[in-house]
């Protein structure tokens, strides 16, 4: 329960496409068990993760420095919003809360990346209830969890992975 020096903590990378920032996972290092905590920062016409929500978490997001945009909403309509230092942002579990970060100008929502732009940095808080189903709107797929909620460790997991939306069998198959 000592306090953890965030200058201490090594950064991850993530740099997929037009899906690139780096992360320090501040709750993990602190000992945290039911609230993850992750420092991000994203590159000038970047985007975080991809949009999604939670069926089991909540998150919040506090901008720290830098600017950009918010997409929020549910699975088929949604608002973009601009994002400054001093934002908070509560993302309830449900649909109503997909959401995802992109360091560009609320207009042009990383459609036209905008390398010159400072770093956007913020801080994302989650509970970490565990199973949880996040699902992702724009690529109708859905990620599993079980063992540990999304943000935690990983080699704690017994289920998970990312499958179509609309994969589904019935229930008696492959039973005797």
């Known amino acids: 329960m000592e306090p953890v ?9 993530t740099d997929r496409g037009a899906t690139a920032f780096r992360r ?3 709750g ?9 905590a992750s420092l991000y920062e994203l590159p000038g016409g970047a985007r975080s993760w991809p949009y999604h929500y939670h069926t089991g978490n909540e998150e919040a997001i ?25 934002d908070y942002v509560a993302l309830p579990a449900g649909a109503e809360s997909a959401h995802q970060v992109t360091n560009a100008d609320v207009d042009a929502a990383g459609d036209d990346p905008d390398d010159d732009r400072p770093p956007l940095r913020y801080l994302a808080v989650s509970t970490m209830n565990d199973p949880d189903v996040t699902v992702y709107p724009d690529s109708e797929k859905l990620g599993l969890f079980a063992g540990a909620a999304p943000g935690g460790d990983s080699s704690e997991r017994v289920v998970d992975g990312y499958y179509p939306r ?5 229930y008696w198959e492959g039973e005797e």
Do not use: M
Request: aromatic share 8%; net charge negative; charged share 30%.
């Open 5 to 13: 020096d965030e200058d201490s903590l090594e950064w991850s990378e």
């Open 24 to 26: 320090k996972q501040l």
């Open 28 to 36: 993990r290092a602190a000992g945290g068990e039911q609230l993850g």
């Open 62 to 86: 506090y901008v720290l420095s830098g600017e950009g945009t918010l997409r929020v909403g549910g699975e088929d309509e949604w608002t973009r919003y601009q994002l400054t230092a001093g």
């Open 166 to 170: 609309d994969a589904a069998v019935d």
